[in-house]
């Protein structure tokens, strides 16, 4: 989201927790993230804006023990694919959040 894009200007500190759900497996990343507009790997990524990169700093795994068990059914619409238009969420289209949302880059230009 690009809120935590915003968040990673401000401080580059970041904590992801990885939850694998059909295997129930954690793994917890800490480390310092930087946004990259121009990085080499945008063109591998069909409608990316920025690329975000992170440095390492503790890589662990955590206990699973009380991961519920999932299956996956299907993958989202929403990854964007070449070749299709990558459709707008309905909470994109709220009022409430249209004053925080980035206007979308206009393809003609």
């Given at each position: 989201m690009f809120l935590t894009a915003g968040n990673i200007a401000a401080n580059h500190e970041v904590g992801l927790l990885l939850i694998d759900f059909e295997n129930p497996q954690r793994l917890r990343i800490h480390g310092t993230a930087n946004i990259h507009i121009n990085d080499?790997?945008?063109?591998?990524y069909h409608d990316a804006q920025y690329i975000i990169r992170i440095t390492i700093r503790n890589l662990f795994l955590n206990c699973p023990r009380y991961?519920?068990?999932f299956q996956?059914?299907?993958q989202s619409g929403y990854?964007?694919?070449k070749g299709c238009e990558t459709p707008t969420p309905e909470w994109k289209k709220l009022d409430v959040v249209q004053?925080?949302?980035?206007?979308k880059p206009n393809k003609d230009s």
């Open positions: 080499p790997l945008i063109s591998e991961i519920h068990r996956k059914v299907e990854i964007p694919k004053d925080v949302l980035p206007k």
